[in-house]
């Protein structure tokens, strides 16, 4: 079974408009990390948020919020007021307790419209 | 602060030949994992070095070999190309046993196998 699932191959959005990028994750570990990252056509991945399995709240961080439902399994990012600079691939990830590997969904590709 | 780099940006090798990617992890970082990105597709997990030793690894076979030196900085080895290793690889570097669960990554090697 996949890690990671991100089932959005492309999504477009109206600048200043938000937008929530999908993401589910499957794990038996009790103790897990998940991660966004954004990938612009050069190819350098960027962080953008973090929200542990045992954190009460959702992660928010600037325009980004991670809308975190753990009974489902799931961990969108919503990213408000969206930016031509927006626009690139963005990758759900997932950390398992204190394990190395990171393991990454197939991407989904955010295009702005001005 | 220093960010991740990597060299070369570019590298066209032939099938069958040998490979040296580098990696310069983020000042203050003591461990570096490597991915793998084929076109269209997440990062791939190959392994991750902390205090000069492996520290887990992917799927991915013997002829996938790294370093870390001293100095944190790592070294991807593949030996005998194939043509689907044609990719791009990430470094990325992180902090272990200080609670931060983030890693930053360098902007890739794009290898291209002939």
Redesign the interface.
């Known amino acids: 079974a996949q890690k990671i699932t991100q089932t959005q191959p492309g999504m477009f959005v109206q600048e200043k408009e938000a937008v929530t990028l999908d993401c589910t994750y499957d794990t038996s570990d009790p103790s897990y990390g998940l991660f966004w990252y954004k990938q612009p056509s050069s190819g350098e991945m960027i962080f953008l948020i973090y929200q542990g399995s045992y954190d009460q709240q959702n992660a928010t961080e600037g325009r980004y919020s991670l809308n975190f439902q753990k009974a489902r399994k799931s961990a969108n990012l919503v990213i408000s007021a969206s930016q031509l600079g927006d626009s690139a691939m963005y990758f759900c990830a997932m950390r398992e307790g204190s394990g190395n590997q990171f393991y990454f969904g197939t991407g989904t590709s955010l295009t702005v419209i001005p | 602060e220093t960010g991740v780099t990597q060299s070369p940006t570019h590298l066209i090798k032939t099938r069958g030949q040998q490979v040296t990617l580098r990696c310069s992890s983020q000042s203050g970082h003591n461990t570096v ?1 490597w ?1 793998q990105q084929a076109l ?6 190959i392994f ?1 070095y ?1 205090r000069e030793e492996e ?2 690894r ?1 799927n991915f076979p013997p002829r996938f070999s790294g370093l870390q030196f001293p100095n944190y900085s790592s070294e991807l080895n593949v030996n005998a190309l194939e043509l689907d290793d044609s990719a ?1 690889y ?1 470094c ?1 570097s992180s902090t272990r046993g200080t609670g931060a ?8 090697t ?1 290898l291209t196998v002939t």
């Open positions: 994992s991915y269209g597709q997440g990062p791939q997990f991750q902390y520290n887990g992917g791009l990430l990325a669960y983030e890693q930053y990554f360098g902007p890739g794009r």
